[in-house]
């Protein structure tokens, strides 16, 4: 019998047979994708290596940039931000690579934002690249040298101050620093864009390492944030102020705020000062008496109601103008009052006068003193003047002093105007290394109302109510409260008075919504040469559509004049598009008094709080102390959110609580 070669072998079914060659088929194809897997995943960790690295040269570089600008080695700064710029660059290339990375679940949903953060650093960088340029032709432009900035800022006195430049070269910089505008607001909005970047990028748990990157350089950044801030404010004010184009009139008011009024305290002196390319032209202050008294028998503008009734002023004077809360309205005031007195004055009189007014300056006290922190104790006409003195030796020799000194009433101030000169010529010979602690002091007294700017060029004024240093009464929330109290002949005892404000609202049985303000008044002084019982006329702002219901610790004048204690009159007075409710109060030394208004919640407060979402803006009187501030405010429901926050033992409950200091404007946000 003949057989097949391979008649012993089994023929498998065809079936079998594909099954294995799929098999086979799989295999190669696991093994091709696990080789693929292995190749993208060191690909990609290549790649974030590779990312890391050159974020962190990035970073190196911009910080030693930074390093740079402060060692005014300007040259050097541009060379390190191209070469951070050339890092940035080389990350992005690797970014493509790092995307493919998205759809993993851990880390994917931060790429995108991270891929944010480096086209934010790029463009940052460009912008700083103009700023770089800024201080180069800023140094430049002064004729001096970079070595001998750097003593400087290792604490050398200037042998020339800015008050020593060329009226051409202090033009020369105003002007540079005016052309930079554009530039420097283009260079805070990218910082702003930025740090919005990493902060939500740093609220996801996913970033790991990739944010340590950037946190150093976040920090920094937040550090040269407001310096080039504040510069770019200064761009747009200065010039104008300093008189660039044309000369530039402006009024300086001496605000005595020992002796509080609506708009910073008491105008016992003022100031004339003409600028005109950078240069000091005319600076003369005087004794607001020499003006005032020089014209009284022609003044037959009459004076707001309160200061007749409480201050025995039928006629309204320049001393008086300030009778607005908000500076820009209390500067036209006075522009208008002290032009109009100017004008009554006898040909060739001697009283410091100017035809017109460009700017006003509003200093008080208080600032005043936080200058002589810094430039240290004064002494004029052999009167030494130091922080803790300054305020009570200017108003003893004011009103007191110049009688031993055999000086005429009229001359009672020239003191002052030494002061003013000695001080300047002190600031200007600060050397750098203390310009931060002079920049700081201003700024503070910007924010907490103690400095007052106010300008009669549009766009200079829009600038200041921006950035808060107008001194105006703004509020964009539908909540707003502020409280400003008048001393009216009380002499100088606002020092005396300590002031607690409290703010409730709250339901009554009807379901209404009210509020209460109270003014608590703690005199802790005696009867002395400035200090006696406190007498002031206090106005509470609300919003418009408010309903005054009761008022209890109204007087209708002093112990002295109302020894029945009989209750004084409310002032209902629409303006500044609140309503405002003023009545006259007073408190006797070593005693406290309670000053409380209650009235409905305007229709728009009430909507706004049954829609779950509150705000409320707290003002800041300008020339105040910073006092004690209580909110108490009960909204029957639950607060889900509030800033400022509530201590944490309070949360959880129908109330918010906040017990501060109003040191400066205060916004706050209740959600329901």
Not at 126 to 155: N, T
Not at 312 to 331: G, H, I, L, V, Y
Not at 482 to 506: Q, W
Not at 563 to 581: H, I, N, Q, R, Y
């Amino acid at each position: 019998m003949t057989h097949a070669p391979n008649y012993l072998h089994t023929t498998e079914p065809k079936e079998v047979q594909v099954r294995q060659s799929r098999a086979r088929t799989f295999r190669v194809f696991f093994v091709f994708m696990v080789v693929v897997l292995i190749v993208w995943i060191s690909g990609c960790a290549a790649a974030a290596v590779y990312l890391t690295t050159t974020l962190f040269d990035a970073r190196d570089d911009i910080l030693n940039a930074k390093d740079a600008v402060e060692q005014f080695e300007f040259d050097t700064a541009e060379v390190a931000l191209e070469n951070a710029s050339v890092s940035l660059t080389s990350a992005t290339r690797v970014m493509p690579i790092v995307r493919t990375m998205q759809w993993v679940p851990v880390i994917g949903s931060s790429i995108e934002s991270f891929a944010d953060i480096i086209d934010s650093s790029e463009s940052l960088i460009a912008s700083f690249i103009p700023l770089v340029d800024l201080g180069s032709d800023l140094v430049q432009l002064s004729g001096l040298s970079a070595s001998y900035l750097k003593q400087m800022r290792e604490g050398l006195k200037p042998e020339v101050t800015f008050e020593d430049l060329s009226t051409e070269t202090k033009r020369s910089i105003l002007q540079r620093l005016e052309a930079s505008v554009d530039n420097l607001d283009l260079l805070v909005a990218q910082m702003d864009i930025l740090q919005e970047e990493i902060v939500f990028l740093s609220q996801s748990v996913q970033v790991g390492p990739l944010l340590s990157v950037l946190n150093p350089l976040a920090q920094d950044l937040e550090e040269m944030q407001e310096p080039l801030y504040l510069l770019s404010i200064a761009a747009r004010i200065l010039p104008a102020f300093a008189g660039l184009e044309d000369p530039s009139s402006i009024l300086l008011l001496f605000l005595n705020n020992n002796e509080l009024r609506p708009g910073g305290g008491f105008i016992g002196s003022y100031g004339v000062l003409e600028m005109y390319g950078g240069d000091i032209a005319h600076l003369e202050t005087t004794d607001v008496y020499t003006l005032d008294r020089a014209v009284e028998e022609l003044i037959t503008r009459t004076a707001p109601e309160p200061l007749g009734r409480y201050n025995a002023t039928s006629n309204w004077f320049f001393r008086d103008s300030n009778w607005s809360p908000d500076f820009a309205e209390s500067s036209r005031q006075g522009i208008e009052l002290f032009l109009e007195e100017v004008a009554l004055l006898p040909e060739g009189s001697s009283v410091p006068a100017v035809d017109h007014v460009d700017h006003v300056i509003g200093l008080t006290a208080t600032f005043a003193a936080d200058l002589l922190n810094i430039t240290g104790p004064i002494t004029v006409a052999g009167q030494t003047f130091t922080s803790e003195n300054v305020a009570d030796l200017l108003e003893y020799q004011v009103q007191y002093g110049y009688v031993n000194d055999g000086l005429l009433e009229a001359q009672r101030k020239e003191i002052l105007a030494d002061l003013v000169n000695e001080m300047k010529s002190r600031l200007y010979a600060l050397s750098s290394q203390e310009w931060p602690q002079v920049f700081f002091v201003m700024k503070q007294a910007l924010q907490e109302k103690q400095l007052l700017l106010y300008s009669t060029e549009e766009s200079v004024e829009e600038v200041l109510v921006r950035t808060g240093w107008a001194g105006s009464v703004e509020s964009s929330t539908v909540d707003t409260l502020l409280v400003v109290d008048a001393n009216l002949a009380s002499l100088k005892s606002d020092p005396a008075v300590a002031r607690h404000v409290t703010y409730e609202v709250y339901q009554n049985s009807a379901d209404q919504w009210l509020a209460r303000v109270s003014i608590e008044y703690m005199h802790t002084g005696v009867f002395d040469w400035k200090t006696t019982r406190y007498r002031t006329y206090t106005r509470v702002y609300l919003p418009e559509g408010t309903e005054l219901l009761s008022v209890d610790g109204s007087w209708l004048n002093d112990k002295t004049q109302n020894p029945t204690k009989a209750e004084g009159p409310v002032d209902v007075v629409e303006e500044l598009g609140l309503v405002s409710f003023g009545t006259f109060t007073s408190v006797e030394p070593g005693q406290e008094s309670t000053l409380m208004f209650e009235f409905m919640l305007s229709p728009e407060v009430v909507s706004s709080i049954e829609s779950g979402e509150y705000d409320l803006t707290f003002l800041k009187q300008a020339g105040a102390q910073n006092n004690a501030l209580t909110l108490n405010l009960d909204f029957g429901k639950n607060v889900t959110h509030a800033s400022p926050s509530e201590e944490a033992g309070q949360w959880g409950d129908a109330y918010y609580r906040l017990n501060t200091i109003l040191d400066q404007d205060l916004q706050i946000h209740v959600a329901l």
